[in-house]
């Protein structure tokens, strides 16, 4: 099959189109999705080609537009919500946590919520404090959320069209470093990703290195690293964070018997957390070390280009991080 490449960004275009094509019901909305095409760039072109009635611009609200996407999906749309970034997100909190993710439980059933709440995540671009943050483990916390990641561009091409057609409300997590992210994939149509597992994106038989989104790229330079000094290094991009994969996790620290957890979240209460409390809970005597993890220093992410790239994780982390592990000095 023919070939093509596309940027991250250019991916998730190409998988709103077809879900806009393939179904009346879809529409896009958010701020500045229309005219301007998106924070990102991601919607660029989509307003010319299916009109201001499925490729809403919003007001600058995002407790208003995102309750209404979610109104929209329980009157029987197929919403995707864009919202600029996790950041902004926490004023949509109530909607996303106390109506989406519930509705289906407190009716017993009668009303389920098919919105797909798409957001940037991240830091590593010198926007500061209040653009920077990692929260995508707070709604991997929420029970009635499925929370995805997409790591790669395959990923972000297959992984709408099956959180489309989930019953249940999805939030997807773009690393805002991905978008210009470039791969080549396959012309016309693309297969849906599974939104159910991790994936092994690296195989290695003496440690587990556990991330996803913008850690990955990170992570797989370590394991090239670790691989010149003799280690072998397994790589799981989680790339679903609710609910997560424990068969995937499991059966690689089992073999490997050691783990790292690599995520660009403050470590306390952290995603990384739950993945090593799973470890301890489920391998505990697999293990010929201690768990350890990477994660983002305990501060708000500084503006200062060095400040900022010290308190992140970084691939010579990872690898001391490793070394430790094993019982060398990093």
């Not at 919607?43 to 208003?64: A, M, V, W």
């Not at 995102?66 to 109104?71: C, E, L, P, S």
């Not at 939104?195 to 038989?205: C, F, M, N, P, Y």
């Not at 587990?208 to 790229?217: E, F, Q, V």
């Amino acid at each position: 099959m023919a070939a093509t490449t596309l940027t991250y960004r250019d991916a998730l275009r190409e998988a709103l189109r077809e879900a806009l094509i393939a179904d009346q019901r879809v529409l896009l909305m958010g701020e500045d999705v229309g005219s301007y095409g998106g924070t990102y760039a991601v919607s660029k072109g989509l307003l010319e080609e299916f009109g201001p009635n499925r490729i809403r611009d919003t007001p600058l609200s995002e407790l208003g537009f995102v309750g209404a996407g979610i109104g929209a999906a329980l009157g029987g749309l197929r919403p995707i919500v864009e919202v600029m970034t996790v950041n902004f997100s926490l004023l949509a909190l109530d909607p996303i946590v106390n109506t989406a993710a519930m509705l289906r439980h407190m009716s017993g059933g009668q009303f389920s919520v098919p919105v797909v709440i798409r957001m940037a995540t991240g830091a590593g671009r010198q926007l500061a404090a209040q653009h920077s943050n990692s929260f995508e483990g707070w709604y991997a916390h929420v029970p009635g959320l499925r929370v995805l990641a997409p790591a790669t561009v395959e990923d972000a091409r297959g992984m709408l069209g099956p959180a489309l057609a989930d019953p249940d409300p999805v939030l997807m997590f773009e690393h805002a470093q991905l978008y210009n992210l470039e791969a080549e994939l396959p012309k016309g149509g693309f297969p849906a990703v599974d939104i159910q597992s991790a994936s092994v994106r690296r195989t290695g038989t003496d440690v587990s290195l556990i991330t996803y989104g913008g850690c990955l790229a990170k992570v797989l330079m370590a394991a090239e690293e670790l691989e010149s000094q003799g280690i072998s290094a397994e790589v799981i991009d989680l790339r679903v964070l609710r609910p997560l994969d424990d068969a995937t996790i499991m059966t690689s620290v089992r073999k490997c018997r050691r783990a790292v957890v690599v995520d660009e979240a403050w470590r306390s209460g952290s995603l990384a957390a739950e993945v090593m409390a799973r470890i301890m809970e489920q391998a505990f005597f697999d293990l010929d070390a201690p768990l350890a993890r990477v994660c983002s220093e305990e501060v708000p992410i500084p503006y200062a280009k060095h400040l900022e790239e010290a308190a992140l994780p970084q691939t010579p982390k990872i690898v001391a991080a490793v070394l430790t592990l094993m019982g060398k000095s990093p």
